[in-house]
């Protein structure tokens, strides 16, 4: 830290000041300057090289006197020790120099021994000093702070004290932008505010703690640590309008005075925690319930090992549902902690905890363990599991052995690695791109699918698409949640399925929770979905239980016997046939046979489509002839009890159609078809929007 071995001779007669270079020279590296104006020209540059200042009081341009005036005024020098040579007969200008700070005096001419030992004497104790203050804002480091909070908490009694922490947001990123020198601005702003509050404050200490953590100490006043607070904002918004700063206060009132300052500091600190990300407030007061947190945080921690040995966590799984047929086709494993005493725990209340302090790591391959044994019991039963999801953590994706770790789970179950999709969440990509490219590769090699978790929940997003091979996208909830939907989220999620039908990437909207939800995702052509709508997470009895209800109520009406049912529709007055025309979306039923098609049956908002306006079996063809190739496209493809992705088709004016086209019945080879169409327009990205 002490680099400072350089000492600064201030003098105007050449033969002096050269003799006094060589007095010193075997000890100190040395500048010679000839005048108080040449002196701070070095000041400038070297200042925090320059040990001690030898000075003589007689020079022109500017004698010692006025060097020492101007030299107080620069508080970044004030550490620096200066000597004054003096003859016998200078007492006057020796008061003066003493009221102005001067540590000690040569006597002219030097003795050599004399002098070395003065300057040796008041650079040590400007070390001391120097440790006791921090290099770039000049006030108190912490220790020093700490012992000065004592020393005032012992001394004024009968006052009640605040610990006041606080730290600048985002401060790592003026760094990283702007470069250090303005980041030691910025604190050098606020190492200034606090003088000014020292200067107005009876009893106030303050420091440099680390980076950007500051800390003061003073008589509990509402009003003065608010303002304190606030005029912090006011001077940083004043170094630069663009880095629109916020600093984060936790304050703690002291009621133990006997606690550690260290304690006090903690209290202080997670007090601010609180603050952290909030726009509105920038102090926030300790309580004892943060430190309850603590002390749960460690608690919930302790407790891992022996929930892991003995199987408290627990597999909950949340079905995804294809939109297309509203089936389930596979689920995401959840975990839920069954604690002994505290009841079942879901994630949000261990999750973080284990995420910071990398448990996680272990509590993953935990549930990837739990999920294989499941699947292979599935298909031991004879069952053919849809995949299960799992959470990848971001802590695994960093361990070298992931994927050794992957494959030896899947192989001791044997469970092709197909059947367990690995959930990532999306921020975790932006950290080390290129390490997760080449994990993910690999990992998609070993036959894995990899899902991007909270898609549209940071900022790379789109970014990530670029690089990255994924198999799927799993949406945000945050689109659907709250004001977001019915206005913006809607448009961002169109957007989002727009492109993800692009790449190729099918796409999982998770937080489903309204009928009207759904029905907006199938409009977008959204493929599937996951949400409370559906089914909240549940326990695994339950999940095999509504797997087995959503199929047998699937089949829906497409057998042979069925097929007199579509006879009703020719009977106009039949109660089908009339539901039927009350519908308001253009629907039709087909007879399909052969590359050939008729349309037996279709309600008015179908003709409406098509322009027809009663007429033949001619006219009605003539009416199709635009979509005829589409529909027969789409008919060669339609299966029996098997549900097909919807086309989208775009009319004229500019209007959007959804078509979906279903088997309703069959007769041999003989298909009976239903076509709904859905105007989609409103959901479309309009260019002029
Ligand atoms: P996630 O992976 O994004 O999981 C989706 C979360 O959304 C689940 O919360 C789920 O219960 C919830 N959710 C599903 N549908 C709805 C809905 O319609 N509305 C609302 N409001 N919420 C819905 P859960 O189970 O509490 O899990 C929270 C997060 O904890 C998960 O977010 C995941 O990041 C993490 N997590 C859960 N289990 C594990 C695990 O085994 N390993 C790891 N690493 N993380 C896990
Ligand atoms: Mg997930
Ligand atoms: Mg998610």
Redesign the pocket.
């Known amino acids: 830290m002490y680099k400072r071995n350089t000492v600064l001779v201030i003098d105007d007669e050449e033969i002096i000041k050269s003799m006094l270079i060589n007095v010193i020279v075997n000890e100190y590296e040395v500048i010679g300057a000839s005048n108080g104006k040449e002196a701070f020209k070095l000041l400038k540059e070297k200042h925090e090289e320059i040990a001690a200042i030898v000075l003589d009081l007689i020079m022109p341009v500017m004698d010692g006197i006025a060097f020492l005036e101007e030299f107080n005024k620069h508080e970044e020098y004030q550490e620096i020790p200066v000597i004054v040579a003096t003859s016998n007969e200078e007492e006057e200008k020796e008061k003066r120099c003493l009221e102005l700070g001067v540590w000690d005096f040569v006597i002219k001419p030097y003795n050599p021994t004399l002098l070395l030992f003065r300057l040796k004497n008041v650079i040590e104790k400007s070390r001391m000093i120097i440790h006791d203050h921090d290099m770039v804002t000049g006030i108190y480091t912490k220790m020093k702070f700490y012992q000065e909070v004592r020393q005032m908490l012992l001394q004024v009694k009968g006052e009640k004290f605040a610990f006041v922490r606080f730290d600048i947001d985002r401060f790592k990123m003026i760094n990283n932008f702007y470069g250090t020198q303005e980041g030691d601005r910025v604190l050098k702003s606020v190492a200034g505010e606090m003088r000014n509050v020292a200067k107005k404050t009876e009893h106030f200490v303050y420091g440099r703690l680390e980076n950007d953590v500051f800390a003061c100490c003073l008589p509990y006043d509402e009003e003065r640590v608010e303002s304190i607070a606030n005029q912090l904002e006011v001077n940083l918004k004043k170094v630069n309008e663009d880095y629109n700063i916020k600093v984060s206060c936790g304050v703690y009132i002291i009621d133990d005075y006997s606690m550690d300052v260290s304690e006090m500091y903690d209290r202080a600190f997670l007090a601010a925690k609180e603050c952290k990300g909030k726009f509105i407030s920038n102090i926030a007061y300790y309580d004892e319930s943060m430190i309850e947190g603590m002390r749960y945080e460690q608690y919930i921690i302790n407790e891992v090992n022996k929930a892991l040995e003995e199987e408290q966590f627990v597999v909950y799984l949340q079905p995804k549902v294809n939109l297309v047929n509203d089936m389930p086709c596979g689920a995401e494993a959840l975990v839920r902690w069954n604690h002994p005493t505290r009841g079942m725990l879901t994630p949000s209340e261990f999750i973080p905890i284990y995420e910071r302090n990398g448990i996680i790591g272990k509590l993953d391959h935990y549930m990837w363990e739990h999920v294989c044994k499941l699947l292979r019991k599935w298909m031991d039963e004879g069952k053919k599991p849809d995949p299960i999801s799992v959470n990848v953590s971001r802590v695994n994706l960093y361990n070298p052995q992931l994927i050794h770790i992957l494959t030896d789970i899947v192989k001791k179950y044997n469970v092709p690695p197909e059947l367990l999709y690995l959930e990532l969440t999306e921020s975790a990509f932006v950290e080390d791109h290129e390490l997760i490219t080449k994990t993910m590769e690999k990992l998609h090699k070993m036959g894995f699918k990899i899902m991007m ?2 898609f549209g929940s940071g900022y790379s997003s789109l970014n990530i698409l670029k690089d990255m091979e994924l198999d799927f996208l ?1 949406v ?1 909830m945050k689109f659907l949640q709250g004001k977001e939907f019915n206005g913006r989220g809607e448009k961002i999620l169109t957007s989002i399925i727009r492109m993800s039908k692009w790449m190729k990437i099918p796409a999982i909207v ?1 937080g489903v929770e309204t009928i009207e939800q759904i029905d907006f995702l199938k409009c977008i052509g959204c493929d599937y979905a996951q949400g409370f709508y559906y089914a909240k997470p549940m326990p695994v009895r339950e999940y095999e239980a509504y797997v087995e209800r959503s199929k047998r109520s699937a089949s829906p009406i497409p057998t042979e016997e069925n097929f007199y049912l579509v006879n009703e529709l020719w009977n106009t007055r039949s109660k089908i046939s009339r539901f039927f025309d009350l519908i308001h979306v253009p629907m039709a039923v087909f007879e399909y046979h052969n590359k050939k098609f008729d349309l037996l049956r279709a309600n008015a908002e179908f003709d409406r489509l098509f322009g027809i306006d009663g007429g033949n079996d001619a006219y009605i063809e003539e009416k199709l002839t635009t979509a005829k190739q589409m529909l027969l496209n789409e008919f060669s493809k339609v299966k029996v009890n098997h549900a097909m992705e919807d086309i989208e088709i775009a009319w004229t004016n500019n209007t959007w159609y959804r078509a979906r086209f279903q088997v309703i019945a069959n007769r041999g080879k003989t298909l009976l078809i239903m076509v709904t169409f859905l105007d989609v327009t409103t959901y479309k990205p309009q260019w002029n929007d």
């Open positions: 978790d909270d799993k945000d998770e």
